[in-house]
């Protein structure tokens, strides 16, 4: 089973790992996620690949520690093992070259456009990228979004750092400001991929969303990552996780994220009385 | 002739059961097996057909009679052995085949009474090996050097992965999930297979020789051209018809509705029926629907009522007699308390304040002319909607091919509903060097047949890959 080889916190509550996975290194591609499970009992998750290097064998991913599975995969270190890593999964973003790109990452959800952005720069785009979280302290990948961005715009919820403000101001302030944007990545929560939707709709500028719906098998399997895109209900496992953002109903994934939020905190609060006890 | 006489007085053994009682709230099997006089008992009803025709109604060909009358013998190892010999997973086939429509419905004593119980007695002699831990390796011939790949770790695969390796074979089978069974493992509940069963069938397998590498979907990542680029001289397709099916009506994708394999994966595969000792959640529905009257249907209602459901019902657009699900099935369900909506369909859901569903809008039907499966056609009757209350609904009304595969493996085709094209008798496809078998060639069947599928396929691979010179 994969092994963990390095561990970082990027802030208070996310982590990057690297992770060794020879044979998802070698055909991954930007917009594609892995499915892990930490233990025999645990929960099978869906974690963006933020980068991979080939030549190790390996794949980074970013997560945030919110529950159950993040806080014990958090609480893995370097040489221990994970009980199970699939991948890659999803279909890749599609990369060309649009003129000027927009990569607007909120919160954890840089690190998904992070990759984007990153091939989207290979490719000759003109990127322009705008990274957002609640306060200074929890921003991440600063310094790697703006190596991969031609300009790097930061904008935090407090004003703490950068803009004071959410990353859709910034994006609806370039679009008056008469920039020529011919496509935008948003990723992050989901209500802030919402207002971006609803601030480049007017502007008819293509925005491509990346979903983040609760998943179990990832392989088209089970039905239970469904979405509603254009009125067609779509799998975010095997049809995404990426999609026209203008055609996404917003409220049906809100809904469905929540379906466990009870057993989520019965797991969470369950897991901290085992841990008590210890 | 009095011999005969004497032995068709012993009336065929009755398995015990768990009581319903009892077993509405435990996920433990619900059959028992036979006890060894039993098993004694119904061996001896068995005539030793000169010309058996139950053997003939077996998809893998088990030596029955040959087996029975091992078990009459007393000698339950060497009976294992000898279904063995055609039959990879004994233990499995004893309880989910439907034997009264295949070997027992083909019994001579079934024409003037009941069939012997082939079935009970394969699980007998299956579980007395894997219970004395006697379980023996036959001598695998030399390496022949050819490798054969086998995507998907189900029963067609792991089927054709046994045959392979006793024939000298080297064999890798890739499983998309994190544990090989496919179907065996996250499908059929506990109740109905113990997955210590099919942990041990697999283990089997591994012991012959063949390897197992869980967490590989070939399609994504890895495709069927680099595992012939990687040396592999034959590729089996056993990847089941895993997509799942909706009905695509109004409210469909509210909170509280799942797919059959999504509810049955979360409680078995991710043991969702022991959280939060296991992370996975499923919802616990108090008042669940599911549509569909197959097995499927069946193993999702009784999963529910463990899970604590105060109203199960099935709710099936024809009537009882067209059900496809077991009879066994169907009146285990009954006992447990499980209710039944026969002649009604879903048109439209209702969600509550929360996008959870509250209701089911449904239909009431009636059959008309029989249609391309020989049922009769349910037709709407107009004006009679009604609603059913329900916290919970599950839509078993089947699944379809995962396109994953063909749509990456160039040359390999498909029918008008994506299933793969392959011979019957030897399950080769388009592509050469590639075969199919399972429900990824005829749709969603019963684990046998795949299994069958699987047999065919597997000697035409060994011819195959022995004329590669």
Redesign the interface.
């Known amino acids: 089973m994969a092994a963990i080889l390095e561990k970082k916190y990027l802030s208070s509550n996310v982590v990057e790992m690297v992770l060794e996975a020879p044979h998802i290194a070698a055909t991954r591609r930007a917009g594609q996620f892995v499915v892990l499970m930490t233990d025999e009992k645990g929960e099978r998750i869906p974690l963006t690949i933020v980068d991979s290097d080939t030549r190790k064998g390996t794949v980074t991913i970013i997560y945030q520690v919110v529950g159950k599975t993040t806080t014990c995969l958090a609480d893995m270190n370097p040489g221990d093992r994970l009980y199970s890593l699939l991948g890659p999964l999803g279909r890749p973003t599609e990369i060309k070259n649009f003129g000027t790109a927009v990569c607007v990452g909120g919160g954890v959800g840089i690190g998904v456009v992070y990759p984007i952005a990153r091939a989207l720069k290979e490719t000759g785009n003109r990127v322009i990228s705008i990274i957002g979280a609640r306060t200074r302290d929890i921003l991440i990948l600063e310094e790697a979004m703006s190596k991969t961005s031609d300009r790097l715009v930061v904008a935090t919820d407090d004003g703490s750092y950068g803009v004071k403000g959410f990353v859709s101001q910034v994006l609806q302030d370039l679009i008056d400001s008469g920039e020529e944007i011919n496509h935008v990545f948003a990723v992050g929560p989901v209500p802030m991929m919402r207002v971006i939707c609803e601030v480049t709709r007017p502007h008819e500028i293509e925005t491509v969303v990346s979903l983040n719906p609760i998943m179990v098998d990832a392989t088209g399997m089970c039905g239970a990552c469904r979405v509603s895109v254009g009125n067609a209900t779509k799998l975010a496992c095997v049809d995404g996780p990426e999609f026209d953002g203008h055609q996404v109903d917003f409220d049906l994934l809100t809904n469905r994220l929540r379906m466990y939020y009870r057993e989520e905190k019965e797991s969470m609060e369950d897991f901290r009385c085992r841990c008590d006890g210890k | 002739m009095e011999n005969n006489k004497k032995r068709e007085k012993v009336p065929r053994q009755i398995m015990p059961e768990q009581d319903p009682a009892a077993r509405g709230t435990n996920f433990d099997e619900v059959p028992l097996g036979y006890t060894e006089e039993q098993a004694l008992a119904e061996a001896s009803r068995c005539l030793h057909c000169k010309k058996p025709l139950c053997v003939s109604g077996c998809p893998v060909e088990v030596d029955i009679p040959g087996f029975i009358k091992l078990v009459s013998e007393r000698e339950y190892a060497s009976a294992a052995r000898r279904i063995k010999e055609t039959n990879n997973l004994p233990a499995v086939c004893g309880r989910v085949c439907p034997q009264e429509s295949q070997c027992e419905e083909l019994c001579v004593l079934g024409k003037k009474g009941e069939p012997v119980a082939i079935g009970r007695l394969e699980r007998f002699v299956a579980d007395y090996e894997q219970s004395t831990g006697d379980v023996s390796i036959p001598a695998i011939p030399t390496s022949t050097g050819k490798r054969i790949a086998v995507v998907g770790a189900g029963p067609a695969g792991l089927t054709l992965a046994g045959d392979l390796v006793k024939l000298g074979h080297g064999v890798t089978v890739f499983e ?3 544990k090989p069974g496919g179907v065996l493992i ?1 499908g059929i509940p506990e109740f109905r297979l113990p997955k210590d069963i099919v942990e041990a069938e697999v283990e089997y397998l591994v012991r012959l020789g063949a390897e197992i590498r ?4 070939i399609g ?3 495709t069927v051209d680099d595992l012939f680029a990687e040396g592999y001289d034959a590729v089996f397709l056993g990847v089941g018809a ?3 099916v ?1 009905m ?1 009506i109004p409210g ?5 509705i ?2 059959a ?2 509810y049955l ?2 409680s078995n595969l ?2 969702a029926y022991r ?7 499923v ?1 616990r529905g108090k008042r669940v629907a599911v549509l569909g009257g197959g097995n499927v249907s069946m193993d999702s209602v009784r999963t529910a009522l463990r899970l604590g459901a105060k109203q199960a019902t099935i709710v099936y657009r024809r009537t009882e007699a067209e059900m496809p699900a077991r009879r066994e099935e169907v009146h285990h369900a009954i006992e447990e308390g499980v209710q039944f909506q026969f002649l009604t369909n879903p048109v439209e859901y209702i969600g509550n304040e ?3 569903v509250r209701g089911m809008k449904c239909i009431r039907m009636e059959l008309g002319e029989p249609d391309d499966s020989g049922r009769r056609r349910p037709i709407p009757i107009k004006d009679s909607e009604f609603i059913i209350e329900v916290d919970m609904v599950v839509v078993a009304i089947g699944t379809t091919a ?3 595969i063909p749509a990456t493996t160039p040359g390999l085709e498909t029918n008008r509903w994506g299933y793969i094209t392959a011979q019957e008798e030897t399950g080769e496809t388009s592509r050469t060097g590639v075969f199919a078998g399972g429900d990824i060639v005829t749709g969603s069947a019963t684990v046998i047949l795949a299994m069958g599928a699987a047999k065919k396929a597997a000697r035409a691979i060994d011819e195959y890959v022995r004329g590669l010179g």
């Open positions: 998309g999930l994190h996250y869980t967490d590989m979907v994504r990542g890895k895993g997509a799942p909706f695509d469909e994708n509210l909170s509280g799942y797919s394999n999504e994966t979360r991710m043991k959280f939060p000792e296991f992370d996975t959640p919802a929360r996008g959870w995962n396109p994953v």
